[in-house]
């Protein structure tokens, strides 16, 4: 069982709807990550939340909007996604910022389908 | 900048065998990070291994094992008695030690090893 937890597992939407990944996980971590990894290649990092604030934006365009609600949570909002965005979104989380040699734990991900 | 290659991007091995995965990385930091994840059909991104780079003994973990050449700037993992399990896409992962202010990891293309009954 996967202690970071991602809803949904698959999504399939048009590219004028507006959608939300959820990302959730109860191990006390205060770094989060969003990454976006396409069929056969490694994840490319979008975003780093430390301590419920955005560090890292790896210039991901605007369509894409993180939001980390609580240190439990993270969310990313969807809207007018093209058909190159079709991907397998993962997430993870970290013990502490400040702890470089904490590994990072991954979510199952989020296989989204842009239409 | 640091960079991650594998240079293996597909294996195969006979279950119960051995298993040798290679990653060179480049980087001119002198403390880091290295790791291995392997991500089956199932998509989750699982740690296989971690070693440090101020750490001179090889990480071990049950039957996975890595060998580490600091100066050689390679760091393959050894697979021992291959499991039909073990077929997923490996991969190498560096991260830079800056405090934990970025955390950020580099990983490298993935090497697909597939165990064979």
């Known amino acids: 069982d996967t202690e970071v937890t991602q809803t949904p597992k698959h999504l399939v939407m048009g590219m004028t709807n507006k959608k939300s990944l959820k990302c959730e996980q109860h191990?006390?971590?205060?770094?989060m990550y969003w990454y976006k990894q396409k069929a056969k290649k490694p994840p490319e990092l979008m975003f780093v939340?430390?301590?419920?604030?955005?560090?890292i934006n790896e210039s991901v365009p605007s369509r894409f909007s993180p939001e980390c609600p609580n240190s439990s949570l993270l969310n990313l909002h969807l809207h007018a996604l093209q058909p190159e965005d079709s991907a397998l979104y993962l997430c993870?989380?970290?013990?502490?910022?400040?702890?470089?040699?904490?590994?990072?734990?991954f979510g199952d991900g989020t296989r989204l389908s842009i239409l | 900048a640091q960079t991650v290659t594998q240079s293996q991007p597909e294996m195969s091995v006979q279950e119960a065998e051995t298993v040798t995965l290679s990653c060179t990385y480049d980087?001119?930091?002198?403390?880091?990070?290295l790791f291995w994840y392997k991500q089956p059909p199932s998509r989750q991104m699982i740690l296989v291994i971690r070693?440090?780079?101020?750490?001179?003994q090889n990480a071990t973990e049950n039957r996975f094992s890595v060998n580490f050449q600091k100066a050689a700037k390679s760091f393959s993992l050894k697979i021992s008695d291959s499991q039909l399990g073990d077929t997923a896409m490996y991969f190498c992962?560096?991260?830079?030690?800056?405090?934990?202010?970025?955390?950020?990891?580099?990983f490298g293309t993935g090497t697909l090893l597939a165990v064979q009954p």
């Open positions: 993870a989380s970290s013990q502490s910022p400040g702890q470089g040699n904490q590994p990072q734990h």
């Open positions: 191990m006390g971590h205060r770094a």
């Open positions: 939340y430390s301590y419920e604030k955005l560090s």
């Open positions: 980087t001119s930091e002198s403390n880091y990070y």
């Open positions: 070693q440090e780079a101020y750490k001179q």
């Open positions: 992962a560096f991260m830079k030690h800056d405090g934990g202010a970025t955390n950020k990891l580099i």
